[in-house]
């Protein structure tokens, strides 16, 4: 499995492409119906740059299952969810490896394009990050 700094390497250049290609070209959405859609797919997403949530918790308990719920709730196309158990080496998932409770309470992890934001246990904290842009 590459790591982290490779694959965000490799995802730098992927959007020096995606730029390129609508930069010195102009768009033939006529020419191409069924890839159009993903290109604008593609697009949005390297503009918006979707958050990337990790939860660590037990998800049988109540306390995971708030937090749980509140990323779950409403319309956000542009975010990835992860839910790990609270043994951080156990997770394939990059997203939530070397990552851990804090103080036994299920922890949210908010990240966007791998940096992330402080670990979050209040729903609340975690409800505002969330509405914010």
């Known amino acids: 499995m590459p790591s982290k700094v ?11 492409v995606a730029f390129f290609s609508t930069y010195d070209r102009p768009l ?4 191409y119906l069924l890839g159009f859609g993903q290109w604008l797919q593609a697009l ?10 990790g939860l660590i ?9 708030i937090p749980l719920n509140l990323v779950r709730d409403g319309y956000r196309p542009f975010q990835a969810v992860a839910l790990g ?5 156990s997770s394939a998932v990059p997203l939530l490896q070397d990552r851990g409770q804090l103080d036994g309470q299920a922890t949210a992890y908010v990240c966007r394009a791998f940096a992330c934001q402080a ?6 904290e975690l ?6 842009r």
């Open 6 to 16: 490779l694959f965000a390497h490799h995802l730098g250049e992927y959007d020096k």
């Open 28 to 31: 033939r959405s006529t020419e």
């Open 44 to 53: 949005s997403c390297a503009i918006l740059q979707p958050k990337e949530i």
């Open 57 to 65: 918790g037990d998800p049988d308990v109540t306390d995971t299952q």
């Open 85 to 89: 158990a609270p043994d951080p080496q």
């Open 119 to 124: 670990p979050i246990t209040i729903p609340l």
């Open 127 to 132: 409800e505002e990050l969330l509405s914010r």
